[in-house]
């Protein structure tokens, strides 16, 4: 079969009308991103990067609180264990008091 | 394209008037839509592509220099979107049952014992093409768009329109005459 056939049938594609209730949701959606674009322009520029900066260093700051508390507790941790250390060794109970056996 | 719209509209439109985009709406409205039917085959997918090309019209209505005219700028953010859709629908396999079942139960499509087989089988094997050679039927062999015009709107050159539409011409016509042998259709 030529082309030339195909493309008759091609071109005798009806045509359609355009649904209905389209129109709707195209006002609907643009209202929406309308009001969503407002709210979003009440900060100008500036102030949206303070606020954006602000946020980054509450982050920062509260993650550094986190990790001084984390380290702070393996110290305290680090110290018990060294101070019972000491003492067992400074103390004049032998290893078969305590229970053991050689 | 046609579609002569008065200028006035044209301003109104451009300063953000939902009046003068729903004027806009009201007369290109067909000829959009056709365009993505043709390119997409599938009502629900059309009305999602339509509803998506006319909210970025409006949003990019400041893009809009004027040296085409509104029609054929919309034309063509419409191909470009229905392009990019087919594009991301290839990757997953299309259920030609559904295609046909949208064919046969679409409200405004032809009884398809009145339809023509033929049509009908060529819009189904329309999709087994790549979409940049079925963008390339849809405008020429259906929409009679320039080559000029179709290398604008597709952004290549016309020498890579013409051997696309080669292409995809001799790939449809190979599909065709398979179908056609396979299920003996006249």
């Not at chain 2, 390119?39 to 909210?55: G, I, R, T």
């Amino acid at each position: 079969m030529e082309y030339n056939e195909i493309e008759r049938i091609l071109k005798s594609m009806p045509n359609k009308k355009a649904p209905e209730g389209i129109w709707e949701r195209i006002e609907g959606t643009i209202a929406a991103k309308e009001e969503k674009n407002r709210i979003f322009n009440i900060f100008t520029p500036s102030p949206r990067l303070v606020l954006a900066v602000a946020s980054l260093l509450l982050i920062i700051t509260v993650s550094s609180i986190g990790i001084k508390v984390h380290r702070d507790n393996i110290h305290s941790d680090v110290n018990q264990y060294l101070h019972e250390m000491a003492y067992y060794i400074n103390s004049d109970t032998s290893w078969i008091d305590l229970g053991g056996e050689l | 394209m046609g579609i002569y719209i008065e200028p006035a509209i044209i301003d109104r439109f451009k300063e953000g008037d939902m009046n003068a985009f729903g004027e806009i709406y009201n007369k290109t409205k067909d000829m959009i839509y056709n365009v993505i039917y043709r390119f997409l085959s599938n009502e629900e997918d059309s009305k999602d592509v339509m509803h998506d090309v006319f909210v970025k019209v409006f949003e990019k209505r400041g893009s809009f220099r004027g040296e085409s005219g509104i029609a054929t700028w919309i034309y063509r953010v419409a191909v470009n979107q229905a392009l990019n859709y087919g594009k991301r629908k290839s990757w997953f396999p299309i259920n030609q049952d559904n295609i046909k079942a949208n064919f046969y139960g679409s409200e405004n499509s032809s009884d398809p014992e009145e339809e023509d087989k033929r049509l009908v089988l060529l819009k189904k094997l329309m999709h087994k093409l790549k979409p940049e050679f079925r963008a390339c039927i849809v405008l020429k062999d259906i929409e009679n768009v320039s080559y000029e015009e179709m290398s604008e709107i597709l952004k290549i050159n016309i020498g890579t329109v013409r051997s696309r539409l080669n292409r995809g011409r001799a790939e449809l016509a190979n599909l065709y005459k398979n179908e056609v042998s396979r299920h003996g259709i006249q």
